[in-house]
């Protein structure tokens, strides 16, 4: 058996600076095949998997080079198949259930899964489910992860969905969020399309709870409504200094960027962005990563990134952290920025910081940073973009008034994903706060089933 | 969709589009703006919904930058890439009883709704309308129809009475008791105003104009500080307590991209 993953091509970071194409270029089909026959088939895998994709039943479909059918198995369960390939944490699950993995690496899952993707997408027509309409409306709010896994599985239960977008192009976080380097465009607008011909009608351009209301979404004969409006707010720090000029919000910095496509202002773009080195990115997620390699890229000579815990606390991927030193992104740890102190004409100049060390564990198991006293010190900074996470969108909540909340501003489901208002299900970033695609992904499926039989149980 | 279905040049640069728009109009009110996209990958302008009707909403601004200039371009029966709103807080309409309504340049534009809004509620409204000429003084007749009394100020002087604003503020403000004023127009017209009715203790609102990208509360780009805290003017706003506003930081924080815009603005 071999114990070493074939190794996937990527672009080589000296190269991949000066763009936004994809980082990690895929397999060949005789590199799938080949990393498909480490595979034992034991299945221990979908344990790991929030959407119970049949993990060994699509790389057996590999190893005969039945590539499209594999794409198909994966749909099954899986209707964004060549997002999650791509950005599902799959050493967290999937992979770490592989007990290749004990002795050697494990089988690389994520990257069959966006091979089969892309391989359909390239080389087959896709193919719809056959859908026996029932005629039903039923609303949903947000074309996120959530939101888009569950207008896919209600579709194909028969149901009339209708997705309502607030943006002016769909996919939530997968647009305006995750960078082009990481999760190309025409996959995302790919894997919409499938959900689209599926009889799924988005409309863009509509803010629930102030373009419509509950009660219009009602009037307009919806029978039932999902909300999956994820965690859009941004969290900043409360530090003196935070609204000097060139302070962004990650999401302010990668929405300019990702979704208003920034990088290519003037000349076909309208927005602008403003990226001056020294850069500092303060957080220690993937959201974190992603703003280091995008500053990178709009050609940022020196990039630092301050996390106030170790290396061993970041929740961003390995894979990310790895990618983010390759690409020449400068790591400081055990710091903690205290204050922004900006020029005469309000533009940021440098950031004052403590020292840290780690203390006993806090409630989620990490151990909590502590600030060393009189361990001040300064970091020049022209640019600051504060990734230290996000809260769950306040909009739906405050414009649904019997929606309960809890106090961290989350939506309160049952174990249908049903809200304290009857008809009205929730799920995805705004029910958890922050998390991944994938755990929305389920939390849609799950709405779907939920909204299936509710509306059964409540038929006239 | 977003089809625009009127477009006329009130004056100079300033413009007013009937637009086709139905999300933005069926919950619209006085004070709530919309987000326009002009073209494909083009940015997003957030404007002041001036009046809104069945699937119509009217807009009227002014050429200010790159993007507004992209959408004057637009013509009758051309469509627009998107339209979202309304956002925002509905302004504050109560029955006040004196109200003095404050407009620079477009902000008349901004302001007007509310005077309607404001003296169908049974307010006294005394409105200043101000701008740098006479030919920039927009909306006189409109404004006048719902006001007890209307000033006009122009800067040179070519119509009504030369200066500014604040000048038949103050003597209003000296002569009788005011229950409000609403401010709405250049930063630093609202920021003296907030000054002098500090002096006279008068609650005075305005309605603030940073730079806004999602303008739906997810970015924090058009963030404020408000009595010390950071509000959000897209989701929390506009229109806040005039006395609280930190004006100098919204004036940097406006200038931002000023001279990337500079730069592409000079270059069409």
């Given at each position: 058996m071999?114990?070493?993953?074939?190794?996937?091509k990527?672009?080589?970071?000296f190269?991949?600076?000066k763009?936004?194409?994809?980082?990690c270029l895929?397999?060949t089909?005789?590199?799938?095949?080949?990393?498909?026959s480490?595979?034992?088939e034991c299945?221990?895998c979908?344990a790991?998997?929030p959407?119970?994709?049949?993990i060994?039943?699509?790389?057996?479909l590999?190893?005969?080079?039945?590539?499209i059918?594999?794409?198909h198995?994966?749909?099954?369960?899986?209707s964004?198949p060549?997002?999650?390939?791509r950005?599902?944490?799959q050493e967290?699950q999937?992979?770490?259930?592989?007990p290749?993995g004990k002795?050697?690496?494990a089988?690389?899952?994520?990257k069959?899964?966006?091979f089969?993707?892309?391989?359909?997408?390239e080389?087959a027509?896709?193919?719809i489910?056959v859908?026996?309409?029932?005629?039903?409306?039923?609303a949903?709010?947000?074309s996120g992860?959530a939101?888009?896994?569950c207008?896919a599985?209600?579709?194909?239960?028969?149901?009339?969905v209708?997705?309502?977008?607030?943006?002016?192009?769909p996919g939530?976080?997968?647009?305006?969020?995750?960078p082009?380097?990481?999760l190309?465009?025409?996959?995302v607008?790919?894997?919409?399309?499938?959900?689209?011909?599926?009889?799924?009608?988005?409309i863009?351009?509509?803010?629930i709870?102030?373009s419509?209301?509950l009660q219009?979404?009602?009037?307009?004969?919806?029978?039932?409504?999902?909300?999956a409006t994820?965690?859009?707010?941004?969290s900043?720090?409360?530090i003196?200094g935070?609204?000097?000029?060139?302070?962004?919000?990650?999401n302010?910095f990668?929405t300019?960027n990702?979704?208003m496509?920034s990088?290519?202002?003037?000349?076909?773009s309208?927005t602008?962005?403003?990226v001056?080195?020294?850069?500092?990115?303060?957080?220690?997620?993937n959201v974190a990563?992603d703003?280091?390699r995008?500053?990178?890229?709009l050609?940022?000579?020196k990039?630092?990134?301050?996390?106030?815990r170790t290396?061993?606390?970041?929740p961003?991927?390995d894979?990310?952290?790895?990618?983010?030193k390759?690409?020449?992104?400068?790591f400081?740890?055990?710091?903690?920025?205290v204050?922004?102190?900006?020029?005469?004409n309000?533009?940021?100049?440098?950031?004052?910081?403590?020292k840290?060390?780690l203390?006993?564990?806090?409630a989620?198991?990490?151990r909590?940073?502590?600030?060393?006293p009189?361990?001040?010190?300064i970091?020049?900074?022209?640019?600051a973009?504060?990734?230290?996470?996000?809260?769950p969108?306040p909009?739906?909540?405050?414009?649904?008034?019997d929606?309960?909340?809890?106090e961290?501003?989350?939506?309160?489901?049952?174990?249908?994903?049903m809200?304290s208002i009857?008809g009205?299900f929730?799920g995805?970033?705004?029910?958890?706060?922050a998390?991944t695609?994938?755990?929305?992904?389920?939390?849609?499926?799950k709405?779907?089933?939920?909204?299936?039989?509710?509306i059964?149980?409540?038929?006239? | 969709m977003?089809?625009?279905l009127?477009?006329q040049e009130?004056?100079?640069k300033?413009f007013r589009?009937v637009?086709?728009?139905p999300?933005a109009?069926?919950?619209?009110?006085?004070?709530?703006f919309?987000?326009?996209?002009?073209?494909?990958n083009?940015?997003?302008?957030?404007?002041?919904?001036?009046?809104?009707?069945?699937n119509?909403i009217?807009?009227?601004?002014q050429?200010a930058?790159f993007?507004?200039n992209?959408?004057?371009?637009f013509?009758?029966g051309?469509?627009?890439?998107?339209?979202?709103g309304?956002?925002g807080?509905?302004?504050?309409?109560?029955?006040?009883g004196?109200?003095?309504?404050?407009g620079?340049?477009?902000g008349?534009?901004?302001l007007?709704?509310?005077i309607?809004?404001l003296?169908?509620?049974?307010?006294?409204?005394?409105s200043?309308i101000?701008?740098r000429?006479?030919?920039?003084?927009?909306?006189?007749?409109?404004?006048?129809?719902?006001s007890?009394?209307?000033?006009?100020?122009?800067?040179?002087?070519?119509?009504?009475?030369?200066?500014?604003v604040?000048?038949?503020?103050k003597?209003?403000?000296?002569?009788?008791?005011i229950?409000?004023?609403?401010?709405?127009?250049?930063v630093?017209?609202?920021?003296?105003?907030?000054?002098?009715?500090?002096?006279?203790?008068?609650?005075?609102i305005v309605?603030?104009?940073?730079?806004m990208?999602d303008?739906?509360?997810?970015?924090g780009?058009c963030?404020v500080?408000?009595?010390g805290?950071t509000?959000?003017?897209?989701?929390?706003?506009?229109?806040?307590?005039?006395?609280?506003?930190n004006?100098?930081?919204?004036?940097?924080?406006n200038?931002q991209?000023?001279d990337?815009?500079?730069?592409?603005?000079?270059?069409t």
């Open positions: 071999e114990l070493k993953r074939v190794k996937i990527e672009q080589e970071p190269e991949r600076i763009n936004f194409r994809e980082v895929g397999y089909e005789e590199e799938a095949v080949l990393e498909a480490r595979c034992l299945g221990n979908v790991g998997c959407v119970q994709v049949d060994p039943g699509f790389i057996h590999i190893k005969e080079k039945k590539f059918e594999a794409a198995k994966i749909k099954e369960t899986n964004l060549g997002i999650c390939g950005v599902c944490p967290t999937c992979e770490m259930f592989c290749i002795q050697g690496e089988i690389a899952i994520g069959l899964e966006r089969v993707a892309d391989y359909e997408k080389k027509k896709t193919e489910p859908i026996k309409p029932n005629n039903i409306k039923i949903i709010v947000g992860p939101g888009l896994t207008a599985e209600l579709a194909k239960k028969g149901y009339s209708t997705i309502f977008e607030s943006l002016h192009l939530g976080v997968l647009r305006y969020g995750i082009e380097f990481r190309p465009r025409e996959v607008e790919a894997e919409i399309n499938y959900i689209k011909q599926m009889g799924v009608k988005i863009t351009n509509v803010l709870g102030k419509l209301t219009d979404l009602w009037n307009d004969g919806f029978k039932s409504i999902f909300i994820g965690a859009g707010l941004p900043f720090m409360n003196p935070e609204n000097l000029n060139g302070i962004y919000s990650a302010e990668l300019r990702n979704l496509l990088y290519k202002f003037p000349s076909e309208d602008p962005i403003k001056t080195s020294p850069v500092i990115v303060v957080g220690g997620g990563m703003a280091t995008v500053a990178k890229r050609g940022a000579e990039v630092i990134l301050i996390y106030r290396e061993k606390e970041m961003a991927r894979e990310e952290i790895l990618h983010a390759e690409e020449g992104i400068e400081y740890f055990l710091t903690l920025p204050e922004f102190i900006g020029d005469e309000g533009w940021v100049e440098k950031t004052k910081c403590i840290m060390k203390g006993e564990a806090d989620s198991g990490r909590m940073p502590v600030p060393i009189n361990s001040e010190f970091i020049e900074t022209r640019t973009i504060v990734a230290i996470g996000q809260k969108n909009l739906i909540p405050k414009s649904f008034p929606l309960k909340i809890s961290k501003g989350t939506i309160i489901v049952d174990e249908n994903m809200t009857s009205v929730a995805g970033d705004i029910v958890t706060g998390a695609v994938i755990l929305a992904m389920e939390m849609g499926r709405a779907a089933d939920g909204i299936d039989r509710w059964k149980s409540h038929k006239e | 977003y089809e625009i009127i477009k009130i004056a100079p300033i589009f637009i086709n728009a999300y109009a069926r919950n619209a009110k006085s004070g709530q919309v987000i326009i996209i002009p073209r494909k083009g940015e997003r302008i957030p404007l002041t919904i001036f009046d809104a009707n069945d119509e009217t807009i009227v601004f050429v930058g993007s507004t992209i959408l004057s371009l013509n009758v051309d469509k627009l890439e998107a339209v979202l309304p956002l807080m509905p302004a504050e309409i109560e029955s006040f004196k109200v003095v309504c404050v620079g340049g477009v008349a534009a901004v007007y709704p509310e309607k809004a003296k169908q509620k049974g307010n006294t409204i005394y200043i101000g701008a000429e006479k030919s920039l003084v927009i909306l006189e007749n409109e404004i006048k129809e719902f007890d009394k209307i000033f006009i100020t122009t800067d040179d002087g070519s119509y009504g009475e030369k200066g500014l604040i000048e038949p503020l003597r209003i403000l000296d002569s009788e008791n229950d409000r004023v609403i401010a709405i127009g250049p630093i017209m609202m920021k003296a105003i907030a000054e002098l009715t500090k002096k006279y203790n008068i609650t005075t309605s603030l104009n940073p730079i990208v303008a739906t509360g997810m970015c780009a963030r500080e408000v009595g805290e509000k959000f003017a897209c989701v929390d706003g506009p229109e806040f307590d005039a006395h609280l506003v004006f100098d930081e919204l004036i940097h924080r200038n991209f000023k990337l815009e500079r730069k592409v603005f000079n270059g």
